[in-house]
């Protein structure tokens, strides 16, 4: 079986990019469970494995990585830029509450790639932001006031 260092490491030769091992690190970092981290996460988390890793390093390794196309910056979080291992388009939940990042698998009926009011719509994104069910569930509603869900209003095609 393929581990996920081998896996990384694969993307990243794919996207020609040298696949070391600090690198490999990172991406399998960014694509592994509790997805769509930020920065300040995910470097706590890669300490363990990369002491020397600082966040200016970090940050431009995901730079890099946006740019080739292997992560996609997320800024559905007001407070932070968050980073999806997955990078091609899908819609988001985030939880006002745990501020979670879920994905969400639904397909968008108004908005897809392809012509809108003569504009060519290259990526679909949308946003949602609530409760999470789990936050539901837990009662940890102390910081979630302002209950809603709504589509970002950068996405509204009729608008
Ligand atoms: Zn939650
Ligand atoms: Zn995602």
């Not at 020609?16 to 600090?22: A, L, M, V």
């Not at 819609?91 to 639904?106: G, K, P, V, W």
């Not at 012509?115 to 949308?126: K, P």
């Amino acid at each position: 079986m393929i581990s996920n260092r081998d896996e990384s490491k694969r993307r990243l030769t794919a996207s020609g990019i040298k696949p070391t091992f600090q690198r490999a690190v990172i991406l399998e970092a960014v694509r592994g469970k509790n997805g769509h981290p930020a920065i300040r996460d995910l470097h706590a988390r890669l300490l363990r494995d990369v002491p020397t890793l600082s966040k200016t390093t970090l940050y431009s390794t995901l730079e890099l990585f946006a740019r080739k196309g292997l992560v996609k910056p997320l800024f559905i979080d007001p407070a932070e830029v968050r980073y999806d291992g997955v990078a091609e388009p899908h819609h988001h939940f985030y939880c006002t509450a745990c501020r979670r990042i879920l994905d969400i698998d639904i397909a968008c009926s108004t908005g897809r790639a392809g012509r809108i009011h003569g504009h060519q719509v290259d990526e679909v994104h949308g946003y949602f932001k609530g409760l999470c069910r789990d936050c539901l569930a837990g009662g940890r509603l102390s910081r979630a006031a302002n209950v809603s869900i709504h589509n970002s209003p950068r996405r509204k095609p009729h608008a």
